[in-house]
């Protein structure tokens, strides 16, 4: 038999079981809810990590005289420097199609020295081509959408001194380390040197990218690796522009961010 107090509970739960039944509901609903916010937690955080790792980061970027892949690959053997590569970036304006709702686009033209070896961020094959030929260009995989085209198309872009130019879409890539065109307003596309120079834009490279060889969040440490890589360069009689120290990624607060909302 069971005692009056839990002949009682059981009388009013069984009075008011429509109510117990909501309240049941409530906390199975809440201790599901917890477990999958904190599961998506987990999920972001290693897909993230996953994605950064193989994107190679640079840890600087030194903008200076045009130079070409041989200076690059003196710079990778200096002391302190994993890898050194040389990147050329344009940037050029997809004109509207003159329809009612066409909108120019922004669109950053990345030359990457060989797509088939990139040491430095990296970006990865998604569909079509790889890599990109003459007068071809492979397109960020969210630009695809930003500039409403794809693979097999034509794409006209014009450039600062008003010259019109048409390159061919050949393929999609993701690259780990920009943002939505919705948040930077501007796309990416990735092209050889060679179609660089036959834009009329040279084939050498403006940016020397470097990853260190240890100490890739230290800052002081990438600093000193930098001021080598300057005096080797100043070396070589070439003009310095200007320096970036890279120690996060450029998602890295905005994850950091989404983490501590759903955490919370």
């Known amino acids: 038999m069971l005692r009056t107090r839990w002949q009682k509970v059981l009388i009013d739960l069984w009075r ?8 049941a509901l409530a906390i199975a609903v809440g201790v599901y809810s917890v477990g999958v916010i904190l599961d998506i937690r987990d999920m972001l955080v290693r897909e993230y990590a996953y994605d950064q790792t193989g994107a190679l980061p640079a840890s600087a970027i030194i903008r200076t005289a045009p130079f070409d892949d041989e200076l690059a690959d003196r710079v990778g053997e200096i002391p302190g420097v994993a890898a050194a590569e040389g990147r050329h970036l344009v940037r050029t304006r997809v004109p509207g199609d003159g329809g009612p709702s066409s909108t120019p686009r922004d669109l950053v033209l990345v030359a990457i020295p060989d797509f088939e070896t990139i040491q430095v961020d990296a970006i990865h094959p998604l569909a079509g081509q790889w ?3 003459r007068r071809e ?7 695809l959408d930003f500039l409403d085209a794809g693979i097999g198309d034509e794409i006209r872009i014009e450039l600062d001194d008003g010259s019109i130019k048409a390159l061919t ?9 920009k943002m939505t065109p919705d948040v930077s307003d501007e796309g990416h596309g ?3 040197p060679e179609t660089m120079d036959l834009l009329g ?18 800052k002081e440490h990438i600093l000193g690796v930098v001021d080598t890589v300057e005096e080797h360069l100043e070396r070589t009689g070439r003009e310095l ?13 905005f994850i950091d961010t989404i983490v501590l909302i759903l955490t919370t």
């Open 16 to 23: 008011n079981r429509a109510r117990t039944l909501i309240v």
């Open 131 to 133: 890599p990109p030929g």
């Open 137 to 143: 260009v492979i397109l960020e995989r969210l630009t």
């Open 169 to 177: 879409v050949v393929g999609e890539a993701h690259d780990p380390q």
């Open 190 to 192: 990735y092209v050889t």
């Open 201 to 218: 834009l040279g084939e050498n490279y403006h940016e020397m990218r470097i990853s260190v060889s240890e100490q890739t969040r230290n």
């Open 241 to 253: 522009y200007s320096r970036t120290v890279i120690t996060d990624t450029l998602a890295g607060p």
